[in-house]
């Protein structure tokens, strides 16, 4: 991946900063509902991308979002930031790392073409590593900065909307395999829900303390969502 290629495409990612949204945003319509997995408030996430997955030009692409939402780090009141580390041989299963790679997803009984497998090692769906998972249709430049966009945002518990509005969310699901939803980050209403969800992530956090030893479990995976939210063992 050339230096300049990557740095075109982090600017032009990094200039899509929302306007906060004026008014309430009706959930459904403008909004996307939240609910289940969330990185720990003020985290810093190491990024990599599983090496062979990805073109060089690919992944200027695929990280291209971080930026975009490491921008309204501050104003979703989550603190959380994103930092590409580079590519990887195998996923990590480490605190605060988020792996990207490639795997089987789609299949005629589910609609989706990306996932995010996460872990909970405290049980209490605040994430200590995940991987986001792209299936291999997903090719096109435009498609799969959608992709990240979208599946970084379940990382901060949004969920797919699939009556809000074009525009109004980067929760909106593709329309095929070539379809992008336009949205390279978070929108304004995107921005509201999250720090809604991280207003009520401090409350619950302040209330349960984290115990000073981990303990390893599986999870949940979510009901009220058909998002492919997978909890594999570490």
Known sequence: MTKRLLAT???FAAMVVPAPAQTPCKVGVEAAPVGFWTWTPKSAIDVYVLAGDFSDSEVAYLIAPLASWNAVSEATGS????????TT??????ENCLTIKRGQVFDKSNRHL?????Y?????????WAAIVIDPRLTTPKTLTNAMA?????SFGLLDCYSCRQGSTVMIQFKGVSVANEMNGPSGCDVAQVKRVYETVAARLKRAP??????NDEGEEPVEDDTPVTVPKP
């Open 114 to 118: 990306t996932e995010l497998q996460t």
């Open 79 to 86: 603190r959380v930031r994103f930092e590409y580390k580079g």
């Open 9 to 11: 495409v982090i600017m």
């Open 150 to 154: 979208h599946e970084l945002g379940h």
């Open 89 to 94: 041989g195998t996923a990590l299963h480490r």
């Open 120 to 128: 909970s090692a405290e049980r209490n769906q605040i994430m200590t």
């Open 210 to 215: 984290r115990p000073k030893a981990l303990v």
